[in-house]
């Protein structure tokens, strides 16, 4: 399968650091043009999925604009200028959280937007986290932290209550990530 | 935990259906006022996993013009405007492959950016599929029909060849659906 060309691409409109709009001239592999493609420029972040000594999984409670009421919640945050992924989320995990840990596996990087760009996402399995106390947070909304058990991770998920798409992802994956013996 | 609040917005830019930016100005709990608040609109969608009546998960191989190389994809696509999230979540299985099911399970909806909008998927697991010969894609992008078992999505997911985020949360999410009885 043959990937589509950029045959040109033009800024349109710039919010800010979290938004760019380009359009795009784009080509298809059968020859077909199309010269109005949104592209959307978002900065990429990461979520971590953090597994305690004892086997708890952090997690937040939270409430974020764009969603209603309370939300479940993984811990996460956008990357800063040219940095790298893992190291983004060995930061965003002890600001977010004072957890620390040191066994990392990469759970891989996802697209928002398959079509229209949207920032990717890297996603991070981190196990045996542990409390050093060195939480400090800059995030704008509330946050109460959790700790919950394999199963209550699960019952969230089925119930929908990681109500954000990367949210659901990183703890859907990872609780696959470590099943790997039960199926 | 208090929600924000949104006190006047905007457009500021209009590209396509496929996406509107406004700002917003947006109130804190605490008081604090961000006048510069920037929020996507685009087009709500579904993704389906569905499982055959031998039990194979029916996925695609697939190009698009935002990801690297070839992706394992999920079925899915826009609502039409004013669409019901399970009727679109029923046409696009037929169009895009061919199937239908007669067992809908909704397994929730899901904030694509937590704090700037950018749709929302609606994700369902349809069981017992089967090939009705109807398959009518107006997909632009080439793709492949696979029909995988449950050990080959699981596999696909831990080596992160479903590359865009809805994707790989619709098969994790139908697994974990799948396997109640298992943990």
Not at 22 to 29: D, G, K, S, T, W
Not at 57 to 85: H, M, N, T
Request: with cysteine.
């Amino acid at each position: 399968m043959l990937p589509w060309k950029t045959l040109s691409r033009q800024t349109v409109y710039h919010h800010s650091k979290y938004l760019t709009v380009e359009n795009h001239v784009v080509q298809l592999p059968d020859g077909r043009i199309f010269d109005q493609w949104n592209w959307m420029i978002t900065p990429d972040y990461v979520n971590i999925a953090a597994l305690t000594e004892d086997g708890r999984w952090v997690c937040f409670r939270q409430v974020k604009y764009g969603i209603e009421g309370e939300s479940l919640a993984a811990v996460g945050g956008y990357l800063e200028p040219d940095e790298d992924p893992l190291e983004a989320a060995k930061r965003e995990l002890v600001e977010e959280t004072g957890y620390r840990a040191d066994d990392w596996t990469y759970l891989g990087k996802y697209r928002v937007d398959a079509s229209h760009g949207a920032g990717t996402g890297y996603f991070y399995l981190a196990r045996g986290a542990r409390d050093v106390g060195a939480q400090h947070s800059d995030d704008l909304e509330e946050q109460e932290l959790l700790l919950l058990s394999r199963a209550e991770v699960e019952a969230a998920l089925r119930a929908g209550e990681f109500k954000v798409l990367a949210w659901a992802t990183i703890m859907a994956l990872a609780l696959l990530a470590e099943q790997k013996e039960i199926v």
